[in-house]
């Protein structure tokens, strides 16, 4: 809990100073962090943040990874890995990334098909609304829209070169 709140103090000394060393102090101090709490999330995502403003892409794929995000995780942490690969000009792992990520949308659309005819089957039909609401919510993502967009746009970039 103190090398959290220490990591806190970092990066808002980072932000009124504008001196790197102090983001460069609390990713230190988080990796520290992370070496006796391998599993701490919070330590994860703090560091893949830090990692993305300096722009050093490469620990972020796997600090994502060993996020080990299910289901709707991915829309609600997805678009920090998608956000910065292609503006760090890591165009490969950006490409990755969006088709996880949009395999993950597609799979949804078929998943929650599913979860609304079992639903009927076994007669639990309050979680109708409930399989119907989520699957609305996930096709009105904005992460989703913005992975459609930029899956596009990397398209017409990979292609021209």
């Known amino acids: 809990m103190y090398c959290l709140m220490a990591a806190h103090v970092y ?3 980072w932000k009124e100073t504008g001196e790197q060393s102090m983001a460069w102090r609390c990713i230190g101090l988080l990796q520290e962090g992370l070496s006796h709490s391998p ?3 919070q330590f994860k995502l703090l560091l893949l943040l830090l990692y993305c403003h300096l ?3 490469e620990p972020v794929v796997d600090l994502y990874s060993s996020l080990d995000a299910k289901h709707v995780q991915h829309d609600t942490i997805g678009y920090l890995l998608t956000r ?3 503006s760090l000009g890591q165009f490969a792992a950006a490409s990755q990334s969006c088709n ?3 395999r993950f949308f597609h799979s949804n659309q078929k998943d929650t098909s ?3 005819i079992q639903a009927y089957k076994y007669g639990a039909f309050e979680k109708i ?6 699957r609305s919510r996930l096709n009105q993502s904005l992460h989703f829209a913005q992975v459609r967009t930029e899956r596009m746009l990397l ?3 990979l292609e021209a070169d």
Not at 129 to 134: Q, T
């Open 55 to 57: 722009g050093a892409f």
């Open 84 to 86: 910065y690969a292609e």
């Open 129 to 134: 609304p409930e399989f119907i609401a989520l």
């Open 155 to 157: 398209d017409l970039f």
């Open 11 to 13: 990066i808002d000394l």
């Open 100 to 102: 996880f990520t949009l």
């Open 114 to 116: 599913e979860y609304i």
């Open 39 to 41: 599993s701490n999330a």
